[in-house]
């Protein structure tokens, strides 16, 4: 398995502990519900989207059967995707304290993890379509081969 693919599983069970963490705190402390949005996003972009992420670099390639378009490019996204998770979820965190100075916090981080998704799109696509050599492979023109039935 890619390193990458490793990272972001454990990333993803990262995001899941804190944000179960965040819950429970939630759960016990009514004014912590002020935080319900950072919750939301650790988890939902932390463990779910991450776990997708993780397994997705690892299963795709080889349901397709060619490598990952581009492995730097999800090297990249993995630290993208993590620093645009960790300043939306400071914002989220901030609002309750700072009020509306924490939006160009929130905007930052929604703008950073937004392009992490954008990089994961990109990356699937190319892989799905597979590398140029292949494609002009399979779409060369020519005759069709003739089978011989005596």
Known sequence: MDW??????????????I???LGAVMASWPNAAAYRTAHFHMNLLGFVSMMIFGVAYHVLPRFVGHPLHNRRLAAVHWWVANAGLVVLTTGFVLLPTIGA???????AGGAISALGA???IYNMWRTL???????RVRQ???PLPVVDKD
């Open 4 to 17: 990458f693919s490793k990272a972001f599983i454990k990333a993803s069970l990262t995001w899941f502990g």
């Open 19 to 21: 944000g179960v963490t």
């Open 118 to 120: 954008y990089l994961f």
């Open 129 to 135: 379509d597979g590398p140029k050599v292949l494609q």
């Open 140 to 142: 060369a023109p020519g």
């Open 101 to 107: 100075r924490a939006y160009p916090v929130q905007g």
